[in-house]
T-cell receptor
Framework: GAVVSQHPSWVICKSGTSVKIECRSLDFQATTMFWYRQFPKQSLMLMATSNEGSKATYEQGVEKDKFLINHASLTLSTLTVTSAHPEDSSFYIC????????????FGEGSRLTVL | KQEVTQIPAALSVPEGENLVLNCSFT??????LQWFRQDPGKGLTSLLLIQSSQREQTSGRLNASLDKSSGRSTLYIAASQPGDSATYLC??????????FGTGTSLTVIP
């Protein structure tokens, strides 16, 4: 299967700082990537759809100024959690759509964020 | 709006047993359906993808079927092993970057 790499896999930061998470499709180009948040023992919660070369589309209730998404190339999308607070601590996962028409998703390994 | 349901939410079976996981969806106008597994603290791993025109797909001990008209898919796991313990999720693709996920079935295979 295709490979999507997410980095870092875990990060600890102080409250008030910003953290950047990268999502790369290693062997295919992805016009669209997705960012999710997952709480313990719960399913994925879609945060935003990241489109290469254009602004991300955020789901209702997700603060676009807090969760900055940049999709500058066909293989890289980044999620920046700005002015992080302890309530932002969570597991963040990205996915990339390999085929616009076929709709086949491949996921990164996830990033565990802990805000102290 | 598409709704995807997975029943049961949790399943526990002894090693070696064959088992079936269920996924149902309310809108049959889908392009494909994908099955994933998620291990604790990890991302999702793609297992099988079935196009809307297909009836089933097989990979090793896994067999996924799709009945689009009735809005159902099953994931059959043969001769289960402890390493199969994970959460299994299905997702349907409705076109236009619209993916809908089920809530998952947590599988435990007891040695």
């Amino acid at each position: 299967g295709a490979v999507v790499s997410q980095h870092p896999s875990w990060v600890i930061c102080k409250s008030g700082t910003s953290v950047k998470i990268e999502c790369r499709s290693l062997d295919f180009q992805a016009t669209t990537m997705f960012w999710y948040r997952q709480f313990p023992k719960q399913s994925l919660m879609l945060m935003a759809t990241s489109n290469e070369g254009s602004k991300a589309t955020y789901e209702q209730g997700v603060e676009k100024d807090k969760f900055l998404i940049n999709h500058a190339s066909l293989t890289l999308s980044t999620l920046t959690v700005t002015s992080a607070h302890p309530e932002d601590s969570s597991f963040y996962i990205c996915s990339a759509n390999r085929g616009l028409d076929t709709g086949e998703l491949f996921f990164g390994e996830g990033s565990r964020l802990t805000v102290l | 709006k598409q709704e995807v349901t997975q029943i049961p939410a949790a399943l526990s079976v002894p090693e070696g047993e064959n088992l079936v996981l269920n996924c149902s969806f309310t809108d049959s106008a889908i392009y494909n359906l994908q099955w994933f597994r998620q291990d604790p603290g990890k991302g999702l791993t793609s297992l099988l993808l079935i196009q809307s025109s297909q009836r089933e797909q097989t990979s090793g001990r896994l067999n996924a079927s799709l009945d689009k008209s009735s809005g159902r898919s099953t994931l059959y796991i043969a001769a289960s092993q402890p390493g199969d313990s994970a959460t299994y999720l299905c997702a349907v693709f409705g076109g236009g970057n619209q993916f809908y996920f089920g809530t998952g079935t947590s599988l435990t295979v007891i040695p």
